[in-house]
């Protein structure tokens, strides 16, 4: 004869197994999300607004935190695929850090028909437009994203840089460009040719790179001995056998084992810093 007998457990500690099998199940239907469903998810006040300066008129995507107190503003810089849903997401979840983040469609204006990043028939279109658009342009449309965070009651006057790919070869040429920065994020992005600027950088830049990528990689020794020069503070950190573009493959539910952890290591770095300015 099979005796069956039943196993109490305490409440408590089936509270606790419940609770994390839903916050498991919770994080893998979060992680399954593609970038455009964790926007429409996202319990944020997200808008988009014009950012304006000189006789140019740009878009930008927008979104705060849900904060009782005035919070650093968050200026994120797009890759070479323009504003996409990811990058919309990655300044979503910014926000959802507590930041005020906002993210301008540096392709403004160089759509079709005058359109932006959303307009292009393919990311291919959009990456050849960026490399057409002039330098100063940039600057000056990043500066009005400047002015603009800075001019928000629910902004503390704090204001850093964050940018990815190409946006993060721009955050370091901004950072170059704007002196009221209090910190640049540059994501697997290039230092301006020959360390042009750098004596005009006045708060430090972080970088974050990929131990795969040697294409950027190899640029980094000069860069930190230009920047010894001038004694300015560049700290980068390169992510044992992550690849290019991390951040954003990192998130992916077929990411690799190197890059999830570079994700989860450098968001984690990235918010201690931030935590600490």
């Not at 997200?46 to 140019?56: A, S, V, Y």
């Not at 990311?123 to 994203?145: H, K």
């Not at 430090?204 to 020069?229: C, I, W």
């Not at 290019?244 to 201690?272: C, I, P, T, Y």
Request: charged share 20%.
């Amino acid at each position: 004869m099979v005796i069956y007998q039943t196993a109490i457990i305490n409440p408590r500690i089936m509270k606790k197994i419940t609770s994390l099998f839903y916050l498991s199940s919770l994080s893998i239907v979060m992680l399954a999300q593609t970038p455009l469903e964790r926007l429409e998810n996202s319990p944020r006040h997200q808008e988009w607004i014009k950012l304006t300066h000189d006789n140019r008129s740009l878009d930008a995507f927008l979104v705060y935190p849900e904060s009782k107190q005035k919070v650093t503003g968050i200026i994120v810089i797009h890759e070479n695929r323009g504003l996409n849903h990811w990058a919309r997401s990655m300044t979503d979840q910014l926000a959802e850090q507590g930041y005020i983040a906002v993210a301008p469609d540096l392709l403004s204006g160089s759509g079709p028909d005058g359109g932006k990043t959303s307009d292009f028939k393919s990311s291919d279109a959009a990456r050849e437009a960026l490399y057409q658009l002039n330098p100063d342009q940039i600057t000056a449309d990043l500066n009005a994203a400047y002015e603009y965070l800075k001019a928000l009651e629910s902004c503390n006057g704090n204001i850093v840089v964050i940018g990815f790919c190409w946006g993060g070869s721009q955050t370091f040429r901004y950072a170059t460009n704007q002196s009221g920065l209090d910190a640049s994020f540059v994501c697997y992005g290039r230092a301006p040719a020959d360390g042009a600027g750098m004596e005009r950088i006045n708060a430090p830049v972080y970088g974050f790179y990929g131990g795969n990528d040697n294409r950027v990689n190899a640029s980094l020794e000069a860069t930190s001995k230009q920047m010894s020069l001038v004694d300015k503070t560049f700290d980068p950190v390169i992510y044992d056998d992550a690849g290019h573009g991390f951040m954003r493959s990192g998130e992916s539910v077929d990411a690799s084992k190197a890059n999830k952890k570079a994700r989860s290591d450098a968001w984690q770095r990235l918010l201690g810093i931030l935590g600490s300015l």
